[in-house]
């Protein structure tokens, strides 16, 4: 069945959410189990928090790398690399793993790549994702749904 004014399906647009959104409580489970996000910028934060994430998020982009790679390896918990999925974030992603590796971090890059395959074609960034599964949400038929 296909609602006027969509450009797919109905129900493409209810197993994408479904997809993403299964997704997404993998990550706030982690994150609710202590894992250390790490994320480009500002409203990559502020995009997670609007999701529910409350846990811990890290930037990467707002002072050495060296910084980060310290705090991560101090603190001891496992970091998931939620960088963009554009050129610059394929390339952070890389120099973070790289780096927290070399002090044996346990390094999540999984969940960067699902999510980047999942919806790269209509979002570029983290920072739009929040934004992406409301509109998802809309389309679905469930605007109210929680992550």
Same mark, same amino acid.
């Given at each position: 069945?296909?609602?006027?004014?969509?450009?797919?399906?109905?129900?493409?647009?209810? /197993? /994408?959410?479904?997809? %993403?959104?299964?997704?997404?409580?993998?990550?706030?489970?982690?994150?609710n189990n202590g894992d250390?996000?790490? %994320?480009?910028?500002?409203?990559?934060?502020?995009?997670?928090?609007?999701?529910?994430?409350?846990?811990?998020?890290?930037?990467?982009?707002?002072?050495?790398?060296?910084?980060?790679?310290?705090? %991560?390896?101090?603190?001891?918990?496992?970091?998931?690399?939620?960088?963009?999925?554009?050129?610059?974030?394929?390339?952070?992603?890389?120099?973070?793993?790289?780096?927290?590796?070399?002090?044996?971090?346990?390094?999540?890059?999984?969940?960067?790549?699902?999510?980047?395959?999942?919806?790269?074609?209509?979002? /570029?960034?983290?920072?739009?994702?929040?934004?992406?599964?409301?509109?998802?949400?809309?389309?679905?038929?469930?605007?109210?749904?929680? %992550?």
């Amino acid at each position: 069945m296909k609602r006027s004014g969509l450009k797919a399906p109905f129900f493409v647009y209810q /197993k /994408k959410l479904e997809m %993403v959104e299964d997704l997404l409580n993998d990550l706030l489970e982690c994150s609710n189990n202590g894992d250390i996000i790490i %994320v480009e910028g500002k409203r990559d934060i502020i995009s997670l928090r609007k999701l529910g994430f409350s846990g811990d998020i890290e930037l990467a982009t707002h002072g050495p790398l060296t910084h980060l790679t310290s705090k %991560v390896v101090d603190s001891g918990k496992r970091a998931i690399i939620l960088t963009d999925w554009d050129r610059r974030g394929d390339l952070l992603a890389s120099k973070i793993s790289e780096d927290l590796r070399y002090f044996d971090v346990d390094v999540d890059m999984y969940i960067r790549e699902r999510l980047s395959s999942m919806v790269k074609k209509e979002i /570029k960034d983290v920072e739009s994702l929040h934004s992406y599964v409301a509109k998802l949400r809309k389309l679905a038929g469930n605007p109210h749904q929680a %992550v």
